[in-house]
């Protein structure tokens, strides 16, 4: 599938004429955005979790090595969506195993894991012949190109992993919290860790149309730490993760529209402004105070 479609035309003629009106109707951009709040709730939920257990570097590690991913697709003229998927999910479980199998810190087996599979998606990437718009629009995310199944994909990633985070979310917090604790009441650490590693991976997998490889990790990382600023309270934490999250998704497809800018770095450039803007008002409030 090509994932640069027939509504980019349309779109960028509609954007310089700053018509918003126009571009809501058009069924590409009503995806767009439908697609932005999805993963946006997604991030933010994720994402609370990823920055409380310190698994930014994962994430990132994931969402580069998914190039391999991306570049197989392209060669083997599979749609990129059905590879990353199953590239994303061994790759995240694989690394997860590295790290509970070597004496290694974790970040040095991510960096060695990291490397190698970037170093593989670029070797890959080389024999790439002729028009290469399907890697580049995965690389700096395309959000236009997302169809009814990505949304489909999106959706049920979302269902799965809320129905299992916030069923067990006593035990996800106390896990996140305190390991050793939850280890001494009988939650079960490694499957809850295995679970999470899955869940995080295939969310990454179907973000990485929007915002791209090389800025997957922003988009699960910079809400849940703006959220971070507003609360210290879990549960509210985690709303307002969810909530920044869609905001600034939609927020980037507008900017994205009406400046002509690319989807996936205007998401993520609404996300830093906003978070640099909550750092400066609370920098300032406590100050007053």
Sequence with gaps: MNFFNDYQITWLAIASSNDLLELLQLASIQRAIV???LMGILGGMLGSFVTLRQLSF??????????????LGVLLQINPTWMLLPFTLVFGVIVLYFIDKTDLASDSVLSIVLSGALAIGLILTSQIKGYRGNLMAVLFGD???IDTTDLILTLLVLVGGSIFLLSTLRQQILLT???????????????????????????????IKAVGVLLVNAFLVIPASTAKLMSHHFSRFLVMSVIVG?????????????????????????QFLLFVAIFVWFKFSLKAA
Excluded at 61 to 69: E, N, Q, R
Excluded at 181 to 196: I, K, N, T
Excluded at 254 to 270: E, K, R, T, W
């Design 35 to 37: 697609g932005a709040a």
């Design 58 to 71: 994962f994430s990132h590690a994931v969402g580069h090595a998914a190039l391999v991913g991306v570049a």
């Design 143 to 145: 959000i236009l190109a």
């Design 177 to 207: 919290l305190n390991p050793d604790v939850a280890q001494v009441q009988g939650v079960p650490v490694q499957l809850y860790r295995y679970a999470f590693v899955i869940l995080l991976s295939l969310a990454v997998a179907v973000a």
């Design 246 to 270: 869609s905001i600034s998704s939609i927020a980037g497809i507008m900017v994205s529209g009406i400046f002509n800018l690319a989807s996936g770095p205007s998401i993520v450039l609404v």
